[in-house]
């Protein structure tokens, strides 16, 4: 592929990505207008799975061909740009809710409204694709509020279930509350310097004047937009909606809230803090790496040793989603100026690459679980690999990639997390991570061991009644299959993402 | 890079042909006919045939570096790990050597194992393919990691070969065995390769287009150190050690890999037993590949150890006092293929001396040629096991020589090379080797002279043990039925052995340095090959640095001029080989030989039991290392960290349930809750940011 030389034009084509997934959100709302009774489960799946699957393939093609290069390409006056990172992140988002909507198929099978749920599926990707672009804080909030609003839904789809509707109730409450917070961190932050765009705020504050005479309020503002990212990223103490929503949400929006969700929440922090706020302009003021260092101990030591004591396989993985939370932060909480930023950054956005397939991979492997009847905890998953041995080695994979065993490429990430934590001069944090790493390969092998090790308790007849889900069964292999190549792939990855994380970094002062 | 890079652009398939191979064998071997033998047999041919067209090619004057893969890298990553490819004359000819091997034992195996009828063929094709890609690949390596890879690649694929016949009792231990005391020995080789990594923050070999290889930083280093200056700033030495410590120290760590892998002196229990395995197998793991990549490591970094005199006087006496060691030990064994493990292990000391004593050019020269009448006496040992029903006791055959006239003819080829009798192959490098250790020793390194003093005196019993081998096997009456009517080998054992005792007699051509010394017209073919190596990967090169370093240069003795000693040395090694022949001639001749061994008295137990060799390593292991070292780890084991495991571990229990009660479920709690934590953030941001202005200054 040759490396486009000029930016593409006209420039709001590099939006392409979002624009896909928007129009085919709407293909599925006019498909269901058409023939709302009719269960065209297949059709639709497939129009959500095509849909998000080309939009996945055209921020590849972008981001290989360097459309996003240097600074990106700039759209509506600033309010979106279109970098490396944006480019990274869309390409997290859309092949996870590919994923989603393959392996949605037979989970919904008996379910109304199928097409309300791709299209909620669809459009809380557009959400996210333009919370990658999102340059000022206005289109942070309202790409923040897209992915929200379909997310609450989706939590609570299953209708006749108490455990869904009662999630998400919970999730939407939190929402609200930390939207509320969110929107507030802005006002003040508005307040004191007078823009909403990112790079315009990091010039009002360069001078140093207005940090003299509003600092505090600033400070108060800057930990609100702290807050409301840690509500999208599952952090503490904003985490709580998380093991409660990702438990009663049906497993595939489990997967997609715990993967992609989570990447968006950290692409707008990545982007506000390296941009808008400098940490050598507002160290004194407000040390918001500092903040990011409490929160990512607490939130992975939380998270790690909450899963540590679940019976409940989901549950598990939902806290040990918050506890992956608290690895990416290192991502902003190590970038001390020591030591090379880049790294630090590009590896939190790698670990989020591999996470998005990891995670997404074993929250489905639970949905084929839940699809089979075999029940929810430890207990109930003896034997599995008896019968469904292939299934199996997948999850095996997962599970020691999550720990971050040479399986997969989540062995990589942590490697490039921790390496880049130290080389910032924050070895500590490294260390809290690595033990934090070590007690979670305690849980994540309780699973391999009831799946291989223990006996069957008879409760795997659903397996043989109901055969193998095939759109679930694809999905859950292709996840294992991506999770094994980025192993040795992971050198593409890498240096799209160092570069990525060096142009955001850059555009401070 | 392809372009340009013409024939070079195929230089991966040389690897990649095997590799695939053990895929086809593995996957279809079954269904194919001779179980996947044809695979292999067209895999390493064509290996074989790219490793010469790469042979013209660097002739030619393009040695060649390519770089495949970056594996681990990246602007801001302090290093990068790659695979690449190095063709330069050394590799080249070790390519051709060991894609020639690989093919010869391909053929033999379809007269050794199919012929014979034995089950599991395809998993036998499957692992010879594999273990020959990752030789290949090892050799091509251009950097020291890939190297590491793949020389264990090799390790794993020789444990599977050795342990092929797993339902016998003894295959699967010798496996074990040598899968183990090589594993020790790597063990430190990876240490080593770490330790070049940090300090020189590259591992490459060299070569052309390569900026920076870590043995021309280490020559940087020592230079700069040796003139007064600041150390190059690309390196960094560890625990305050100079940088001439700190790299002897790395070069001691490789060297445990290549001394576990090539079998010295104390790393040499494992070899005698790998016997076990098929004989195509031995004579691939002595010959070519195992046992081989060891030296070739040294030969392949030589600009490393060129500039440590320390090291490379303690490689010249690992290899004089394991080439004299296991000598001696050959002399009583009564099992054909016993004999040739001493010898194997006699002669890799050999080619260690040759290194270590300065003799680069040498060292090389002695592995080509062991090489293949290594490879040869192992098909020809084969050959002799198919004729006898697999009985390998010498005192069960005798004149085998009338019965099976080509396997005789080859293998006395082979044995004469061996023993290093002129004009074989064997004599001229042999003799190349001590003859250099000999000058440098004599030219200011009197240290090296203890090491030749060793290897002289091996050369006795090496020609004594391979006579007594020979006149057993070959000559006098039949000792047993089976050597009275063995069974007949076919073409596919008799090809391999034909070309093999051709080139074990005449492969000596391409380095005939006496002969060059007073006949200026007939070249030094190998000499010159070598010296026209890559910028810092030459000949030419290591004789400088080993000169400014090292401090070897060429000496004479007293009054004999260069020539003189030349010829001298030459004449001493011959005519003390020829001294260990007529010994065993005198001994073993006539038509029923009678055991001498009774003569050796005590001696005779000692080196039946191999000096106590495997007793000793086994006390070490077992009641050393299991007993007290092992039982104090264990009580601290379970005493301290145990204790403080499971201190932990109930500590994140109690507080995961702790955890558990704060999610209550209720999510007014939550809001409380999350409300608390920012408002705890905020006042304690705002007390240290100073937000409050003066109320708590």
Redesign the interface.
């Known amino acids: 592929m040759m490396p486009l030389q000029a930016p593409i034009s006209p420039d709001w084509l590099a939006l392409t990505p979002a624009i896909v997934l928007g129009v085919f959100a709407m293909v599925l709302f006019l498909l269901d207008s058409i023939d709302p009774d009719e269960s065209n489960d297949g059709l639709l799946a497939g129009v959500a799975t095509v849909g998000t699957a080309s939009a996945m393939v055209v921020a590849g093609v972008f981001l290989l061909s360097g459309v996003g290069a240097g600074e990106g390409v700039s759209v509506f006056n600033g309010q979106l740009v279109v970098d490396g990172m944006a480019l990274f992140f869309t390409f997290i988002f859309t092949s996870v809710a590919a994923l989603i909507c393959l392996a949605s198929i037979e989970y919904l099978a008996g379910t109304d409204d199928i097409a309300g749920y791709y299209s909620l599926v669809v459009l809380a990707t557009t959400g996210m694709t333009v919370m990658a672009a999102a340059n000022s804080l206005a289109t942070v909030f309202v790409s923040l509020e897209l992915l929200s609003l379909p997310s609450y839904g989706l939590v609570a789809y299953l209708k006749n279930d108490r455990g869904s509707v009662e999630a998400g109730m919970k999730y939407f409450l939190i929402g609200a509350l930390s939207s509320a917070v969110f929107a507030y961190g802005i006002s003040l932050v508005y307040g004191v310097t007078g823009s909403l765009l990112l790079p315009d705020i990091a010039s009002a504050l360069a001078g140093g004047e207005t940090l003299a005479n509003l600092g505090g309020l600033l400070g108060v503002g800057v930990l609100m937009l702290v807050g409301g990212f840690a509500f999208k990223t599952a952090s503490v103490p904003f985490h709580f909606w998380a093991p409660e929503a990702y438990e009663g949400a049906p497993a595939p929006v489990s997967a997609f809230l715990s993967s992609a969700s989570k990447a968006a929440g950290f692409v707008i922090a990545f982007r506000v803090f390296t941009v808008a706020f400098p940490i050598e302009t507002v160290a004194g003021t407000i040390d918001w790496v500092l903040a990011f260092q409490i929160l990512a101990v607490v939130t992975m030591t939380l998270g790690n040793f909450a899963a540590a004591t679940q019976e409940n396989v989901k549950r598990m993985l939902a806290y040990s989603s918050v506890g992956h939370a608290g690895y990416v932060l290192i991502g902003l909480a190590a970038l001390t100026g020591q030591g090379s930023g880049e790294i630090v950054l590009g590896a939190g956005m790698i670990h989020l690459l591999v996470y998005g397939f990891m995670n997404t991979g074993a929250f489905l492997f639970v949905a084929m679980a839940e699809y089979w009847e075999v029940g929810r905890t430890f207990e109930d998953y003896n034997g599995l690999a008896t019968k469904a041995p292939v299934a199996c080695v997948a999850m095996t994979v997962f599970m020691f990639s999550l720990a971050g065993l040479p399986i997969g490429g989540g062995f990589l990430s942590k490697y490039y997390l921790f390496a880049g934590a130290v080389g910032a001069g924050v070895w500590w944090l490294a260390g809290v991570a690595a033990i934090n790493s070590a007690l979670s390969l305690f849980y994540y092998s309780r699973v391999v061991k009831a799946m291989w090790l223990e006996e069957p308790n008879g409760n795997l007849g659903g397996i043989d009644t109901r055969g193998y889900p095939t759109g679930l069964y694809s999905a859950v292999m292709i996840a294992a299959v991506a999770t094994v190549l980025l192993l040795p792939a992971l050198g593409v990855f890498s240096d799209v993402a160092f570069e990525a994380a060096n142009a955001v970094l850059r555009l401070g002062p | 890079m392809a372009a340009e890079g013409g024939i070079f652009t195929f230089a991966p398939a040389i690897a990649v042909l095997p590799f695939v191979s053990f895929l086809i064998a593995l996957s279809a071997g079954r269904y194919m006919p001779k179980k996947g033998a044809f695979a292999g047999i067209a895999a390493t041919g064509g290996s074989l045939l790219l490793s010469l067209l790469m042979v013209a090619q660097v002739a030619s004057g393009h040695a060649h570096h390519m770089e495949l893969?970056?594996?681990?890298?990246?602007?801001?990553?302090p290093f990068e790990l790659t695979f690449g490819i190095l063709l330069d004359q050394l590799s080249t000819l070790m390519l051709v050597i060991v894609s020639t091997i690989a093919f010869l034992v391909h053929v033999f195996s379809l007269g050794y194992m199919n012929d014979e009828g034995e089950p599991g063929l395809p998993r036998y094709y499957a692992e010879l393919g594999l273990f020959t890609a990752s030789m290949l690949a090892f050799v091509f390596s251009d950097n020291i990691l890939m190297a590491f890879m793949f020389f264990e690649l090799v390790g794993l694929c020789s444990y599977l070969l050795i342990g092929f016949w797993f339902r016998r009792s003894g295959p699967p231990s010798a496996a074990k065995k040598a899968f183990l005391v090589t594993r020790f020995g790597d063990y430190f080789f990876l240490i080593g390769v770490v330790g070049i990594f940090a300090t020189f923050g590259t591992g490459m070999f060299g070569g052309p287009g390569v900026e920076e290889s870590f043995p021309v930083l280490a020559e940087e280093a020592m230079s700069a150190m040796a003139a007064g200056e600041a150390m190059p700033e690309a390196v960094t030495t560890f625990f305050g050690l100079s940088p001439g410590a700190w790299f002897g120290v790395l070069g001691l760590l490789v060297l445990g890999g290549v001394m576990g892998k090539s079998a010295q002196f104390p790393f040499h229990t494992w070899l005698p037993d790998a016997m076990e395995g098929p004989t195509p197998v031995s004579a691939l793991i002595h010959a070519a590949t195992m046992v081989a990549a060891g030296v070739y490591l040294v030969a392949r970094m030589y600009g490393f150890y060129a500039l440590l005199p320390t090291l490379l006087a303690i490689i010249a006496f690992v290899g004089g006092f394991t080439a004299l060691f296991a000598a001696t030990m050959g002399v009583v064994k009564d099992e054909i293929k016993q004999v040739l493990a001493y010898s194997t292990i006699s002669q890799y000391g050999y080619i260690m001396l040759g290194l270590g004593g300065g003799g680069y050019v040498a060292g090389v020269f002695h592995l080509t040629t062991h090489a293949f009448f290594k490879a040869l006496l192992f098909l020809g040992a084969g050959s002799v096991i198919i004729a006898m029903h697999h009985n390998e006791d010498m005192w069960e055959m005798g004149g085998l020589k009338d019965r099976m006239p080509v396997t005789y003819y080859a293998f006395l080829s082979g044995s004469l090379a061996l023993a290093g009798i002129v004009p074989f192959s064997g004599f001229w490098s042999k003799d190349e080797v001590l003859y250099e250790t000999l000058v440098h020793g004599l030219g200011g390194s009197p240290i090296l002279l203890g090491a030749y003093l060793m290897g002289i005196v091996a050369v006795f019993f090496t020609g004594f043990y391979t006579f007594r081998m020979v006149l057993l096997t070959f000559h006098g009456d039949p000792r047993s039925d089976l050597a009275e009517d063995p069974e007949p080998v076919r073409w596919n054992v008799k090809i391999p052995l034909a070309i093999l005792g051709t080139l074990a007699a005449v492969v000596g051509v391409i380095n005939l340095v006496p002969v060059h010394a007073v006949v200026g017209a007939v070249p030094e073919f190998l000499h010159d090959w070598l010296f026209h190596g890559p910028e810092t990967l030459n000949g030419a090169h290591y004789e400088e640095l080993t000169e400014q370093f090292a401090g070897y240069s060429a000496g004479a003795i007293p009054g004999l001029g260069g020539l003189g000693t030349l010829f001298a040395s030459a004449g001493v090694s011959l005519a003390v080989a020829l001294a260990g022949s007529a010994l065993a001639l005198g001994l073993y001749r006539g038509p029923d030989p009678a055991e001498h061994t009774e003569k050796l008295g005590a001696l005779k137990t000692v080196l039946y039991n191999n000096y106590y060799q495997d007793e000793y390593q086994v006390w070490l292991a077992q009641d050393l290392t299991e007993g007290t070292v092992a039982g104090t780890a264990k009580r601290f084991d379970d005493g301290v960290v145990d204790g403080l495991v499971n201190r932990v571990?109930d500590v994140?229990?109690v507080?995961?349930?702790f955890?558990?009660r704060v999610?209550t479920?209720i999510?007014s709690n939550?809001?409380a809750?999350?409300?608390?934590?920012?408002v705890v953030?905020?006042v304690a941001?705002?007390i240290?940011?100073?937000?409050?202005?003066g109320v708590f200054a």
Request: aromatic share 18%.
């Open positions: 893969y970056t594996w681990v890298g990246g602007e801001g990553v571990s994140s229990l507080s995961g349930y955890l558990r999610q479920g999510v939550y809001a809750l999350i409300t608390l934590g920012l953030l905020l941001f705002g240290m940011g100073g937000w409050f202005g």
